[in-house]
Structure formats: C-alpha cells, structure tokens
C-alpha cells in the first residue's frame, strides 16, 4: 500500500474528466479540479447545482451517455447504491452502455462494499470498463479545502493512473485494496464516528441532568482522553444549543448506517452499538431532522432519558 500525502505530491498535466453528481461535496470537488486546470465536464439531475457554479468553465451535458462519449475518465459522487447502479446501468443513458472501452470510473459515493464488487466486476468482464472505489471522508469543509481522506478501492494500476489527480482532492490518499475494500473501510469510519457521537451525547446528556455548565463540559472532556475530533465537531453544537448551522446533514449518516447494518445482517454480525446508533437516528428523522446536523441526535439522546 502506498500513502500519498502534501509532501509527495505529483504533478499532473490537465486532464480531461467528466463529473457526474454535484452535491456540496461534489461541487468543492470540482471547484478544486477547475482551479488545477483541468478540463471538468458535468452531469446534473438537478439544474439548480450549477447556480453556485456558475463562475467555472464547466463544459455542460444532457445526459450520462452524452458525457461518457466525451470522457474516458469520469467521477462519480452520489447518494446510495442505487444511484450508482441506475448511473452504470440504466438502459437507455447508464455509463456501461455509452462509455468506451478502457473507461476509468471512479466513484466518490458511500455505498454498499458487496454491490461495489459485484459492479465492478460487470464492467470489467462485460464492457472492459474499469471501476475504482474512492469514498472520502472530512465532510464538504474537507472538499472545499482540498484536505479529505480518499480511501481507494480497486486494481492499482488504475489508481496509480489517476492518483495525482486524488492529490487535488486531499491531503491523505491510500490504496487500501481490492474493489469494496474502500467502501468497508468508509463504512469502519462511519460506524466508528457515530457511535462516538452517541456516546458523546449521551455523556452530555448526563452531565446536563446533573447541573453541569454544557461549555465546561466540552472543554474538560476536549483536555483529557475522551478529546476526540468527533467532540471537537460536535461538542460546540452540542454546547451553543445548535445554531442552525451543519456540517454533515443526518440523512446522509442515516442512510450509511442502515446501509451498513442491512449488511451485517446479511452476514450473521451482531453489532448492537450500530443497531441503537441507527436507532438514534431514526427518531431524528422522525422529528424532521433529515436536513439538521447530525449531532442533533443530543436531542434524541436528551429526551429519552427520562
């Protein structure tokens, strides 16, 4: 495995690339790319994604199809499993049925590690069409900054040929194994950051019911060892009573939870942390949190202990 960091940085000519989803994290991503000088072509279901775009020389598309025969390089960063499956494999526009043969795909998408194989392994047997897997973590303040962590997933010769453009994305770039081994390992850090969450919350929770000052809580628990990056995100939210303001909204961590839990299942895994985590969650959606921060599971947490 090789890790790519600021200090080994590698130049790269400008490349032609299409991008397809252009969410908050996809639109700093090409906002990124557009200022390293490469030529980024686009797809978006939703026109309205390209208002706060408007200032990049992006080269517009009607449809996946229409951009797979322009790019042979092409990002994708969307919601589920299945916006992926339906952007490759869709009958009359999908990337598998339009794109040409030797096409390098990359997909910045949180999804499910089994379908990633399974789709990978299609493309390359059916339409010699390369798939990496290439979920990210650090958030839309990590794409804005160019400082998110890329796990990647996938035959290494491909990742070898598209890493410099990676390095325009984030400080942290590892190839991490064969296709799925991204996905399992975001899914670690998924599992991993929202448990602590609940735990943090919860610790609040307690705290608050016995008297505490929340902005003293925050900052003992931030100087010894229960200081995480985890309570350095969501204590201030925790402690200001919410401002309104989100860094990650929850219907994202939602669905990454139940995506991974539904596999576990499948696989006969007890996690019962990842279950009441997904339960937390659920009852934020419920209170119409889909769009709030999830460190509002505080409330949850808040209003079922007594």
Not at 45 to 66: C, F, G, I, Q
Not at 86 to 96: C, H, I, K, N, Y
């Amino acid at each position: 495995m090789r890790v790519l960091t600021n200090e080994t940085r590698i130049a790269m000519a400008p490349q032609t690339i299409g991008f397809i989803g252009l969410g908050n994290m996809g639109g700093a991503m090409v906002r990124r790319l557009c200022a390293a000088g490469h030529i980024v072509h686009t797809w978006s279901r939703n026109p309205d994604r390209y208002v706060p775009l408007a200032d990049l020389p992006l080269v517009r598309h009607d449809s996946p199809a229409d951009l797979a025969q322009n790019c042979t390089l092409i990002f994708t960063n969307v919601t589920a499993t299945a916006d992926v499956h339906s952007l490759l494999f869709d009958a009359r526009s999908g990337l598998a049925l339009h794109a040409r043969a030797g096409t390098l795909i990359a997909d910045f998408s949180t999804i499910d590690a089994d379908a990633t194989k399974a789709m990978s392994r299609k493309l390359l047997e059916e339409r010699a069409i390369h798939l990496l897997d290439c979920p990210v973590s650090g958030g839309s303040k990590g794409a804005q900054a160019g400082t998110l962590s890329i796990m990647v997933g996938g035959e290494f010769s491909a990742f070898e040929h598209i890493q410099p453009l990676l390095q325009a994305l984030g400080t942290t770039v590892e190839h991490v194994g064969p296709s799925g081994a991204g996905q399992a390992i975001k899914a670690a850090n998924q599992m991993a950051m929202c448990i602590q969450l609940a735990g943090i919350a919860e610790a609040f929770a307690y705290a608050q019911k016995q008297g505490a000052d929340p902005a003293k809580v925050l900052k003992l628990l931030q100087a010894g060892l229960a200081g995480s990056k985890v309570l350095d995100w969501a204590g201030p939210h925790i402690a200001s009573g919410f401002s309104g303001k989100h860094d990650i909204e929850a219907r994202l961590h939602h669905k990454d939870l139940h995506m991974i839990s539904e596999a576990a299942q499948l696989q006969g895994l007890n996690l019962p942390l990842l279950t009441h985590t997904a339960e937390l969650l659920d009852a934020l959606m419920t209170q119409g949190g889909a769009h709030r921060d999830t460190s509002e599971i505080f409330k949850i947490v808040q209003s079922q202990m007594s």
